[in-house]
């Protein structure tokens, strides 16, 4: 799946700057270890189209990236990552509250 | 936007003379302190493990409720109602099997937008919920207050601020729980009548008239009293069922099967709910608490790695250290008052004094290897582990180790289990039980059967060094580290399936609360200890009875065409690593004291009758090969008997593929 030059992969987007999920490339994705559609997997843990992350850290040698959804902090494998779509989010000022809140 | 509680349900499936007591299914996410809730509600600490695959069923308690009996059951944590619990079975199967009238969703009080979708899901399926808001206390410390009262009407359910910790709120959330239950158990019996209310429509017109649609299909379903399928969906003949016995709404089955429809739209109403019930209060601090500042720094590789190291290695030498000093007291108490005790009554009860003798190998001998092996390094670790996990440092170290474990197909989660395994394979092999799929809890438990637990470090330094040296016994490690490895690579890509790749949420930093450890250590000691101790005594016993009969001896025609002729060791070697099978230190001793039977007193130094090649080639076998009983116990009881006999098989393979190998280089064999 092509990325437009103002969506990239979320493994690819710049550490501490909030960013949108705008789709998952691969969402059919059955799990090896359980049997759910990646989109499933990732909607347990809040991520859907719309939220806003913000990436935190990229752990060295192909390891996970870990993002912040809220007050959470969700690790995910590079794998993963490349399967997300993000651009950059709107101005704080028009996040949701519980969205600032974090 | 509002939604009102469920449809009103008909008379659940209840079993001919049923009793008239409410339950109340504890449901929420991992980490929301729902068994410390459970504790305190009832009690009694019960673990339902957040690890798909490892959690059979909830635990269930009966508690007295302002003079009302009531179940409690306790569910292990789920992200969505749909998630696998299991091997297939999805988390609304083991809830809906443990027969709710009222559902107690605990919520994170200071994280709402991610715990309504789940409450919602919770209402959805047409009975009656209550909200225990907690980590109340937490939130509160963070700036963060909730407007329960607003957040009780969006939701249509009762909302109380809960701290399982401290116990605030836990008693009035179940008060309000057990209320809804007992008047649902009344319309159940017939004493009362279903209150009708009409659904509020909370999602967008789309999903509703889909949901609408599935609804109506499988309410038909339900009138004709039959529980067939809409579609071609798996679970739809299930949730046919279920309405059909009216345990769920139509619309609440219809909400499980389009759940990949619904889910987004509840966490886009989780976000704008929680904005409304969600506030700072002003002037609170913005900046990062120390716990958030320790939850990032753990999982940086500075100064995250040397912390991991510091922490693994911490938990080995207290374990080993403590575990030593335990098992010396122990023992000396055990054979000071117990053993001479037991001796008398079986001499005084048991006239033949051949099975007299086999049944002090159990009684006496068996019991004190549980005791010396049991409480001081298992009940040790236990508290370790417990520690780790009440702290949510173990998902940090997940996280930091990933990539260098996926190369085995293991997920980080592995490293604590398998670095106790260097103490005892037993509690490290009940420690898999965090991991994510069976596959990674094979692939894991193979690994730890293979690495050397402190019993069989012993015999390594024992054989070895003070006959053949350090330089040697280092080089028999390091031959036991590469089988370990090797064996761990080729088990990656024998056992079908591909590794899942980790999306895991960190769990955040707290600290432990004492009591709360205490109860899950030994939570888990008492159940291994019924798990290994009849095993143990029984298997001591027939042991002791093949050796007081001397139908051991009998082996050495089975085992010497391996022993003597494969591996090049003296037939009575095989004898001792039979014997093994019940405590790995015995290989040594064993050896020693058999070698006296059949070759006199001269052979009391296994030095006397075995080179140093000899020696070595015996240490790697006897490290590497057959896991004692208690892990062969601890195997069966976790991966059942098929994969814990396969495992077993695998390690007296490649020891001997190994030993003899070793045998032809140095020339014994």
Redesign the interface.
Known sequence: MSVPATEIQLDDAPIGRPVVLVAIADEERANPGGGLRLADQLAAEGLVVGVVLVPERRLPLGGPVVVGVGRARVALARDIARQLVVRAAPDPAGLTPSENAS | MNCSPADAIGPADAAPGADAVPTIALVGRPNVGKSTLFARATGRYAEASNA?GTTVGGARRRVDVAGRAVDLVDLPGT??L???VGE?TPFWSMLLDARPDVILVVADA?????HI?LALACRDLGLPIVIAANLTDEAEARG?TLDTGRLSQLLAAPVHRTSGRSGLGVADAVRAATRLGARRVAVRSGTSSPRSTIPARCYPGGVEGAVDRCAAELGSLRSLGAAAAVDDTPDTDSLGGLVSAGAISARGAATLHL??MV??ER??I???W???V?A?TAGAATSRSLAERL??WS???WPGIPLFVAITLGVLLAMMAMGSVLSGLLTMAWQATASPAIKTVVAAAVPNATVGHALLWGLDDGVLSMLAVGIPYILTFYVLLALLEDSGYL?SI???T???LGTLGLSGRVSIPILAATGCNVPAIYGTRLL??R??RVLASFLITMTPCSARIAVVCGALVPFAGVGPALAAFGVIASLTLAGGLLANKLVP??????????APIRRPVLGHVARKAWWRFESFIRTAMPIMVVGSIVLGLLYETGAIWRLTVVLDPVMVGWLGLPSVAGIALVFAFLRKELALQLLATLAIVQLGQGAASIGSFMSHGQLFVYAVVTAVSFPCIATLSALTSELGRRTALAMSGATIAIALLAGGLIARVIGIA
Not at chain 2, 110 to 114: S, T
Not at chain 2, 497 to 506: M, S
């Open positions: 798909p992200l969505t749909t998630a696998p297939d200071g994280d709402m937008a991610r979708p963060i759940a990949a889910d987004p966490w886009a989780g976000r704008l929680a904005g409304q969600v700072r939850g990032a999982i940086a590789p998902t997940a996280v930091l990933d990539r260098v994510t799929s596959r990674e399936g591909r590794q899942a790749p980790v999306i895991l949420e960190l």
